[in-house]
């Protein structure tokens, strides 16, 4: 059993590579955002508690979070491990969930935490474009079109970018992350569980290198 913890900030290919490790492990990934949408759609009772929050406006508490977690870490497909993509987001939540865990006999094994220089990350984010029609993903900086205006996959010529991917608003983004996540790296490293990841790699080789790592666990 390998329960995982993916850290990183937008664009670093945290979630990409937890859909490879998650298939070679045959593990199930958690997305926070994932999980308390699915308990709000099915209007169970921790789905209406958080659905009562965030319909006021205000932020589901850490506690509700985790609970909602706890609910997904307790299924059958999770008996072999997991891995938690993007959470916790700072160094309460990650209090909260490692009480959790010890409540129920789990605990996290590695912490990741991707690397990627900010000048990458920016155009990683504010490059991205996408397809209308097929929805396929390129970047100005680092992945163009085959031929110039056409979609490699269906070749449609209507592309859109996200609104939210100017460079200021990334900029903005990161900051917060980084805020946020000196405190985080500082408590999994003083529980001997952080690894740290150069995401600026290859997909290939990146995946490759958490594979090693957590085949050699719990040599870590």
Request: charged content about 25%; some cysteine; glycine content about 6%.
């Amino acid at each position: 059993m390998v329960n995982v913890i993916f850290l990183g900030p937008p664009g670093s290919g945290k979630g990409t590579q937890a859909s490879i490790l998650a298939q070679e492990l045959k593990i199930p990934t958690i997305s926070t955002g994932e999980v308390l949408r699915k308990e709000v759609e099915n209007q169970s009772e921790i789905g209406k508690l958080a659905k009562s929050y965030m319909n006021s406006g205000e932020l589901v508490p850490d506690e509700v979070v985790v609970n909602i977690i706890k609910n997904r870490i307790t299924d059958s497909d999770c008996q072999n491990g997991f891995i938690v993509d993007g959470f916790p987001r700072n160094i309460n939540q990650a209090i909260v969930f490692d009480n959790m865990l010890q409540s129920i006999g789990k605990k996290i094994e590695v912490v990741f935490n991707f690397e990627v220089d900010e000048n990458i990350l920016i155009k990683r984010i504010s490059g991205r474009f996408s397809c209308k029609s097929c929805g396929a993903v390129y970047n100005r900086y680092f992945k163009l079109t085959a031929k110039e205006g056409f979609c490699d996959n269906c070749q449609s010529d209507q592309f859109e970018n996200r609104v939210d991917d100017n460079e200021s608003t990334v900029k903005s983004r990161l900051r917060v992350y980084h805020n946020s996540n000196i405190e985080l790296v500082r408590y999994y490293e003083k529980n001997n569980l952080l690894y740290s990841i150069d995401a600026v790699k290859s997909v290939p080789f990146v995946s490759g290198r958490l594979m090693e790592v957590v085949k050699n666990f719990p040599k870590v």
